[in-house]
Every structure is written in C-alpha cells, then in structure tokens.
C-alpha cells in the first residue's frame, strides 16, 4: 500500500533539473508532496487532485496521471535550497471524511554548487 | 506567524516508563495527525482527529498508545509502557480539511 518512490537519492549541480516519481498500485484520490531537510519536519509543497486540480506553491511543477496511479515532481533549474528528501504522499478516498496519507520512503535530492 | 507548537523536543526515558508528548495546533485547524518517523519504516500515521474526535488510530498499538484531545488547542500522544522499539521523532501536524498539513518540529525519543 506504500507508494514507491524514484529514485531513491539524486545528485545535481545547481542549475540542472531532476524529476522524482511515486507510484502507487491502488486507485488514488490525490497526491501530496512534502520536502524535508536533515533535522526539519516536512514542508508542504503540493497537492495535485482526481480530475486535475492543483494546489501549490508557483515554482514547483508536478503531474498526476489517475489511470497510472503515478505522480512526478518537476524540479526545473534547481538551487542549493531545493537540497531535501522529498515525500509523496498518497489518499486513495474521502468516504466518510477519511483523508489518510501514506508517505513513500523518500527521495534524497543533493543539490552541489 | 502561525505554527505548529510540540513538546518536550527531545525525551530520554528508560524502557517501561510512561512518555506524554503534546502539540497544539495552529489556532482553527480542525484536523490533527501524529506521525512516527524512523530511518526503517518512514514516515507513519499513527492517528488523526477532526474538531477533536478520533477518525482513526489504526496505525496505533492499542496496547500501549493512546491519543486525544481535551481540548481544541491540546493533543497528547502517551505511551504505555515505552519500549526501545518506540525510539523515533513524533510528529503532530494540523491542516484544514482536504489542504496541506502544517508540521510540527517534532519529539525525538528514545527509549534505553
């Protein structure tokens, strides 16, 4: 039921992009993605909805493809600051107010100068 | 600026012993979850609640966890006897239905 999330770990140089990938084997509602730095909680990033609705901070692009159960972060021209491990986490429904997320183990993105 | 308050930030406890970590969350949330973070198993929920009543605890140990919330600005988590598998950071986050959760700094604990 975990998503599985890809690659585990990436290096960059600051400036390159990377794409990180979760993918689930169950029907899913949404998709959230969460950065964590080394001894910070998670930081929200996006939600991307069933049937195209996005919520999000403008510099952070992510796609969800529902008939796949696959979701990808897009990290264009990246920074120093983008340097974090990065969660997706997946709803499979809302029946009966139930909103649960399960996190994927994580991708460790090392951006170098 | 609004945030996610948690606490102690850091327990040491000896195998047996009681721990009660609290949070309170950010004023007018009505959602709350506690998470569980090791290096083995990620990140975990442990449970969650709406305008203070339980939706679900199923990622708990009933045996020795339990979590509530006494009121709108206190959730506590305690554990029953604490054991060294137990050792991880805690961490309570607050959201509005259906948005993002905002995350508190967390409880590192460890169980000798």
């Known amino acids: 039921q975990q998503p599985v999330q890809s690659p585990q770990a990436v290096i960059l140089r600051e400036g390159e992009d990377a794409v990180i990938n979760c993918s689930s084997s169950?029907?899913?509602?949404?998709v959230h993605w969460y950065r964590q730095k080394h001894g910070e909680a998670p930081v929200f990033l996006m939600i991307?909805?069933?049937?195209?609705e996005q919520k999000g901070h403008e510099k952070i692009s992510a796609s969800f493809n529902e008939k796949k159960q696959q979701s990808s972060l897009y990290l264009t021209a990246s920074q120093l600051s983008y340097s974090g491990t990065y969660f997706c986490g997946t709803e499979r429904g809302r029946q009966g107010g139930s909103e649960k997320l399960v996190f994927g183990k994580g991708t460790k993105l090392t951006v170098n100068p | 600026d609004a945030r996610v308050t948690q606490t102690p930030r850091h327990k040491v406890t000896e195998m047996g012993q009681e721990v009660t970590m609290r949070c309170q969350p950010i004023l007018g949330h009505n959602t709350v979850f506690w998470y569980r973070q090791t290096m083995m198993q990620g990140l975990e929920l442990l449970a969650y609640f709406r305008n203070r009543a339980p939706l679900d605890d199923s990622g708990m140990p009933k045996d020795r966890f339990s979590a509530e919330m006494p009121d709108a600005t206190l959730a506590t988590l305690k554990i029953q006897p604490s054991e060294p598998r137990d050792s991880a950071v805690y961490f309570c986050?607050?959201?509005?239905?259906?948005?993002?959760?905002?995350f508190g700094p967390g409880t590192r604990l460890t169980v000798l």
């Open positions: 991307l909805l069933k049937g195209g």
């Open positions: 169950k029907a899913l509602y949404s």
């Open positions: 986050a607050s959201g509005l239905r259906g948005n993002e959760q905002f």
